[in-house]
């Protein structure tokens, strides 16, 4: 069985910075693309940030370039994001997400239960 | 404002057959897979379909999707009160480099 669990959400201020971290098990880690989507108070789904398998590539969404990485530990089976930088617009629950594609995401097929971000002074 | 587009609420009756669509273009829907999803308030989204129209084990089969062209359809028949959620399309944009979700829709089983 798969399971995702992610960690590190928080109250920041704006301009700080938070790394969310995710740890997944139940299947061969390194085979999957990974990727987070966050969902803002009352909004819809938003994609954030991808990698591949191998974490040679890696795609972020316009509004968090230059400001978020996505990395990933195969040796750990873990997920990251590192957020600097932050804004009020990044406030949302943010969804660890396994994917069935390697290099590209193709289809979210596992997600955790997610971790609430909240930028605010 | 999304990329896909999908109707903000649709409703019917217990029982009866609904329709959510998702209109995009040729860098998205019409040259990827499209996946739906379903989300109950608090808690984690649960993939409906991938592949344009394939269901992941154990999603039951009154679950169905197509796809023409730039645009895709989910399908949801023998209606429960269980299924009032928010459905989410998504799929991959070419041109974008970036995973796109419809705005979502809200089902209500009246």
């Known amino acids: 069985e798969v399971q995702v669990v992610e960690s590190g959400g928080g109250l920041v201020q704006p301009g700080g910075s938070l790394r969310l971290s995710c740890v997944l098990s139940g299947f061969h880690f390194s085979s999957y693309a990974m990727s987070w989507v966050r969902q803002a108070p009352g909004k819809g789904l938003q994609w954030v940030s991808s990698?591949?398998?191998?974490?040679?590539?890696?795609y972020h969404t316009d509004s968090v370039k230059g400001r978020f990485t996505i990395s990933r530990d195969n040796s750990k089976n873990t997920l990251y994001l590192q957020m600097n930088s932050l804004r009020a617009e990044d406030t949302a629950v943010y969804f660890c997400v396994k994917d069935t594609g390697f290099v590209l995401p193709a289809a979210a097929s596992h997600w955790g239960q997610g971790t609430l971000v909240t930028v605010s002074s | 404002q999304s990329v896909l587009t999908q109707p903000p609420s649709v409703s019917a009756a217990p029982g009866q057959k609904v329709t959510i669509s998702c209109s995009g273009g040729?860098?998205?829907?019409?040259?990827?897979?499209v996946s739906w999803y379903q989300h109950l308030p608090e808690t984690a989204p649960k993939l409906l379909i991938y592949?344009?129209?394939k269901r992941p084990s154990g999603i039951p089969d009154r679950f169905s999707g197509s796809k023409s062209g730039a645009s895709a359809t989910l399908g949801i028949t023998g209606l429960q009160t269980g299924d009032e959620a928010d459905y989410y399309c998504g799929t991959w944009d070419t041109s974008l480099t970036a995973v796109v979700f419809g705005g979502g829709t809200k089902l209500t089983v009246l």
């Open positions: 592949d344009d129209n």
């Open positions: 990698i591949s398998g191998s974490g040679g590539a890696t």
């Open positions: 040729s860098s998205n829907i019409g040259n990827n897979y």
